[in-house]
């Protein structure tokens, strides 16, 4: 096990709101009548079991700047309830494998996997990225063509481990595509308290660091794409409409579920708002 798996572990990281109660899809689903509905249409599913930003457009471009193809095989690093990596393979028809650390969202997404009729495309596999064991379960190098991300790379305070890894993993030319945080200007100590205990985050690079890290874990062709207004904008959005939507998200999922999740959106608007932290769509090559 690397090291940094005693820093960044599956208990550890249920500080963030947004990682616990995750019973909260399954009564989502059964509050739709779906519960027991087979197969469940993935688009639909991504209504309820997305955690990134911008919803199914922000896949949509993955799939574009990576070129994938039915004959691509991916890997989805943090791939939480499975969402983004059902939509790509609904999309393109690609093989990928998803990747996620904690037991108990990774069951949940290969679950619903199965009930989307999408097992022969999308591998659930439980695992930390930097354990050397689950690199070698993926594959002895150059294994998949792309490597996607969302809003996980953030939660690894050693960037050039995990970049490491994903260049081991990418055949040349692969494509890495990740959405993350990085500063913007220097944290004030109640922001840095903040993304230490609501996002599980610290050490985050500036635009020129991360770049560096990218350039010095062998990526070419880097585009940095500030991403910063317009997530901004979307978490401004989501916390705005979840208050306004209490009573019935209360009705359905309880006061103690609404209170977390409250807590959770309004302190990544907190921090967005602060204007020192950015968001970034990061496209790259390996060499």
Same mark, same amino acid.
């Given at each position: ?5 005693n820093? =960044?572990? @599956? +208990? ?6 947004l990682?616990?109660?995750? *019973? !909260? $899809?399954?009564?989502? #689903? ?15 599913l ?18 574009v ?26 999309l393109?028809?690609?093989?990928i ?11 949940l ?7 989307? =009729?999408? @097992? +022969? ?8 990225i930097?354990? *050397? !064991? $689950?690199?070698?379960q #993926? ?5 998949f063509?792309?490597?996607?991300s ?16 994903c ?6 030319n ?6 993350d945080?990085?500063?913007?200007s ?6 840095l308290?903040?993304?230490a ?12 660091e ?12 880097i ?18 409409q979840? $208050? ?10 309880g ?7 409250r ?8 921090l ?16």
């Amino acid at each position: 096990m690397s090291n940094h798996a005693n820093i =960044n572990n @599956s +208990d550890a990281i249920k500080t963030m709101k947004l990682y616990t109660d995750v *019973d !909260r $899809i399954k009564t989502e #689903l059964s509050s739709r009548g779906m519960l027991t509905q087979t197969p469940i249409d993935p688009l639909v599913l991504s209504e309820i079991d997305s955690m990134h930003y911008l919803g199914n457009a922000a896949i949509e471009e993955a799939v574009v700047a990576m070129g994938l193809t039915s004959s691509s095989n991916v890997l989805d690093v943090g791939s939480g309830f499975g969402g983004p990596a059902r939509i790509l393979a609904s999309l393109t028809k690609c093989h990928i494998v998803a990747l996620e650390l904690q037991r108990d969202i990774h069951d949940l997404g290969a679950e619903l996997t199965r009930r989307c =009729n999408l @097992s +022969d495309s999308v591998e659930h596999v439980n695992g930390d990225i930097l354990d *050397d !064991r $689950i690199v070698e379960q #993926l594959g002895d190098g150059s294994s998949f063509d792309g490597i996607v991300s969302y809003l996980v790379f953030l939660h690894i305070p050693n960037k050039c481990s995990v970049l490491d890894v994903c260049g081991k993993l990418l055949k040349p030319n692969g494509t890495l595509f990740v959405e993350d945080f990085y500063r913007i200007s220097p944290f004030s100590k109640l922001e840095l308290e903040s993304l230490a205990k609501d996002v599980f985050c610290k050490d985050l690079p500036t635009r020129e660091e991360y770049i560096q890290q990218l350039e010095l874990s062998g990526f070419k062709n880097i585009q940095f794409i500030d991403m910063t207004a317009e997530w901004t904008q979307y978490v401004t959005k989501r916390l705005e409409q979840f $208050i306004a939507n209490k009573p019935s998200y209360v009705k359905v999922h309880g006061e103690g579920v609404y209170s977390g999740l409250r807590e959770f959106y309004a302190a990544i608007y907190t921090l967005f708002s602060g204007g020192n932290l950015g968001g970034v769509r990061i496209v790259a090559q390996m060499n």
